[in-house]
């Protein structure tokens, strides 16, 4: 799950998460235990759920952050990463058919590093004064 210090306070985990997208987090979701979660939304970016984490917020009282144990999550990219972790094949396994909130999760198959070129020669300083410029909205995006 993402870490929140917030929770139980849906509007602060909601502009939490959000942060977390607009500062360049790739926020992989890599098993659900909530309803409704269910196959369909394991191996998806948290970016792409937002929307679906409101709505099944307001409908059954879900943690936007997955405080709840509602989801977890693997970061595969942030500013700070000299690599970005590549997912390159995965299966979705389903731990438990409970009618109400199946559990599944992604079972990796095969994981690369991908180096980005424009912080190899950076060191750990650099990159976090890039990040920090990054939280104050003048980040170019950084990819791979």
Same mark, same amino acid.
């Given at each position: ?9 849906? &509007?602060?985990?909601?502009?939490? /998460? ?9 926020i992989?979701?890599?098993k659900?235990?909530?309803? &409704? !979660? ?10 792409? !759920? ?15 952050? &997955?405080?709840? %144990?509602?989801y ?24 438990s058919?409970?009618d ?6 992604e ?9 980005k070129?424009? /912080?190899?020669?950076?060191? /750990?300083?650099?990159?976090?004064? !890039? ?5 104050? %909205?003048?980040l170019?995006? !950084?990819?791979?």
């Amino acid at each position: 799950a993402v870490v929140s210090t917030q929770s139980g306070h849906y &509007g602060r985990e909601e502009t939490l /998460l959000q942060e977390m997208i607009d500062t360049q987090l790739q926020i992989r979701i890599i098993k659900v235990a909530s309803i &409704g !979660l269910g196959k369909s939304h394991v191996g998806q970016q948290a970016s792409d !759920l937002l929307p679906h984490f409101s709505s099944i917020n307001q409908k059954f009282g879900f943690n936007v952050c &997955g405080e709840g %144990g509602e989801y977890e999550s693997l970061v595969t990219d942030c500013p700070l990463f000299g690599y970005t972790i590549q997912i390159d094949s995965s299966e979705k396994v389903c731990h438990s058919h409970d009618d109400m909130a199946p559990v599944w999760y992604e079972k990796f198959e095969n994981v690369s590093l991908v180096e980005k070129p424009m /912080l190899e020669k950076m060191n /750990l300083r650099e990159r976090l004064d !890039l990040f920090v410029d990054g939280v104050r %909205g003048n980040l170019p995006v !950084l990819s791979h």
